[in-house]
């Protein structure tokens, strides 16, 4: 049974720092390819960003870039998601999602979610 956890939501002050973490489970790690969303109040789930399994493949969202980085740690079976100079805007729970298929911007390419971490940026 695969299992994704994420971890390091938090409220935080605008122009913070964050690290969020994603521990998967039950896959083959090191042959996945990762991604992080995000869902904010009342706004449909939107693509953050993604990483292929041999890291040569690394996405984000206009909104994001520069700002937040993806990473991996294939001994650890484990995602990151590396989040500087946050923004109200930022607001949002962070979900980790999971495929064996291709790397991508697009929810419906994700066969495997995590129940989400809160992530809270104040003004």
């Known amino acids: 049974q695969v299992q994704l956890v994420e971890s390091g939501g938090k409220l935080v002050e605008a122009g913070g720092s964050l690290r969020l973490s994603c521990a998967a489970s039950g896959l083959t790690f090191s042959r996945s390819h990762m991604a992080w969303f995000r869902q904010a109040p009342g706004k449909d789930r939107e693509f953050v960003a993604s990483?292929?399994?041999?890291?040569?493949?690394?996405y984000y969202a206009d909104s994001v870039k520069g700002r937040l980085t993806i990473s991996r740690d294939n001994a650890k079976n484990t995602v990151y998601l590396q989040m500087n100079s946050l923004k109200p805007e930022d607001t949002a729970v962070y979900y980790c999602a999971a495929t064996y298929s291709i790397v991508s911007y697009l929810r419906g390419e994700y066969e495997h979610w995590g129940q989400g971490t809160q992530v809270t940026v104040s003004s």
């Open positions: 990483i292929n399994w041999s890291v040569d493949r690394i």
